[in-house]
């Protein structure tokens, strides 16, 4: 593992990372999105059947060796000129690359701020098809059910499909989400 | 987002990123591994009934911080002063940085470097507990099923249990993993 805050002093290193991202951020793109924000989002906002929209994300052939050079160094993600003359004619990030990214999307426009409790877990994690350099990503989510806890009434489990698609509207990553959220107020739904 | 290879000029960047690692090599704990390591490591080396583990990964505060303020930043991953007084009382890692790590072990030790073809997914991704700074983790894999495919007999896919384990024996996250991988001798088996 060779892990970027050893490569020189901690401190230095985190004051670095935190200049401005001089990409545009991301934004709602579909025509609909919560009523609330994420700063006022509880149980109750999230209805089933709502179908949302958030990007763009882009990942660079620098990130891609980076997170596979620390995390999943298999020749498909570190190796270019192996990856050339493999299965996809080039270099793929990792499958935790592209669901990290993902979740950067559902933490920064989906997830409440201030209710969000805990996740259970993730099911039917998939990626039917490579995210390459230059691959500029949107997140869908489509709301799949909202029920509120039988053994503790001030939160509620949300299950959320998501999915991450390219600008040729392709999935490369799917998954069900379970979150946790607490009620804005508890009893009422 | 704040990825580290737009902090400064990325090839610096990726040089000062290939620096050895001062911690200690991850190996295989468990008694008994794999009859052959990956560089010859096939479909047919995966027998369902096996155990193996390998480690150890430490994660470090600047570490955690750093994943999440890149991928998941919700205040329980970033921010050490509001992590303190929620329910975990202190800072716990993101859970894709926990995947993430498992990654490592999994292609590190378990996964063939020559027969790998592709993973078709994840399931059942699980947190039970929380990873913290300083938690030093283990991965144990349990090889549920290996079935040769029948379209293209010169493969097979391998389900795997997944499970990292904290010093204290905690299961900080479990999940099933399914690979395809290359048959040392085609239609053998």
Redesign the interface.
């Known amino acids: ?8 002093p ?1 401190r230095a ?2 004051a ?8 545009a951020p ?1 934004r709602t793109l579909s025509t609909s999105d919560f009523r609330v924000p994420p700063e006022d989002r509880y149980f109750e906002d999230y209805l089933p059947g709502a179908v949302y929209e958030y990007g763009y ?1 882009t990942v ?1 052939e ?2 891609i ?3 596979a ?7 498909i993600h570190v190796d270019p000129e192996f990856a050339a003359a493999g ?1 996809f004619g080039g270099l793929i990030a ?4 592209t ?3 993902m ?2 999307l559902f ?2 426009h989906y ?1 409440s ?1 201030v209710a ?12 039917p098809a490579p995210v390459r350099p230059g691959d500029q990503l949107r997140l869908r989510t489509t709301i799949m059910e909202a029920r509120l806890s039988r053994s503790k009434p001030d939160r509620g489990l949300v299950r959320t499909q998501g999915e991450l698609l390219d600008s040729g509207d392709r999935t490369v990553l799917s998954l069900l989400a379970m979150n946790l959220l607490g009620c804005r107020e508890p009893g009422s739904r």
Chains 1, 2 share one sequence.
Do not use: C
Request: aromatic letters at 6%.
């Open positions: 593992m060779t892990p970027i805050v050893k490569a020189g901690p290193m985190l670095l990372m935190s200049q401005p991202d001089p990409r991301t994300l660079t620098a990130e060796l980076e997170f050079r620390r995390f999943d160094p298999q020749p299965p990792s499958g935790w690359h669901a990290s990214m979740m950067r933490a920064d997830l701020r969000s409790l805990a996740s259970p877990g993730i099911d039917e994690l998939r990626w």
